[in-house]
């Protein structure tokens, strides 16, 4: 069964880093590209980053760009997103989606809180 385990949430202060991992298995995980979502109380959940099949390939929201940094690990199965100058907005329920042929599964979240 597919598993997206996402870690390294928890308290940031403003201006501070935080890497976010997603843990990945029950799939081939080098048939699958990966995209972090987040998603903050009373919003819809929008895209942050997207990785293809491989980390050349990756593109960022505007919000994301120059801040986030997505990347993965195909021999950890592990994809991560790097987040630096970490600003309140930023507070939000981040998630991991994989995609690709069979699969098409979101993880259950880690909660990113960004105090002023």
């Known amino acids: 069964q597919v598993q997206l385990v996402e870690s390294g949430g928890g308290l940031v202060q403003s201006g501070g880093s935080r890497t976010l991992s997603c843990a990945a298995s029950?799939?081939?995980?080098?048939?699958?590209?990966f995209s972090w979502y987040r998603q903050a109380p009373g919003k819809e959940r929008e895209l942050v980053a997207h990785?293809?099949?491989?980390?050349?390939?990756?593109s960022y929201e505007h919000f994301a760009q120059g801040r986030f940094t997505i990347s993965r690990d195909n021999t950890r199965h592990t994809v991560y997103l790097q987040m630096n100058n970490l600003k309140p907005e930023d507070t939000a329920v981040y998630y991991c989606?994989?995609?690709?042929?069979?699969?098409?599964?979101w993880g259950k979240g880690t909660l990113v809180t960004i105090s002023s």
């Open positions: 990785i293809g099949f491989t980390g050349d390939a990756t």
């Open positions: 029950g799939f081939t995980f080098a048939n699958a590209v």
């Open positions: 989606r994989a995609s690709g042929l069979g699969v098409d599964d």
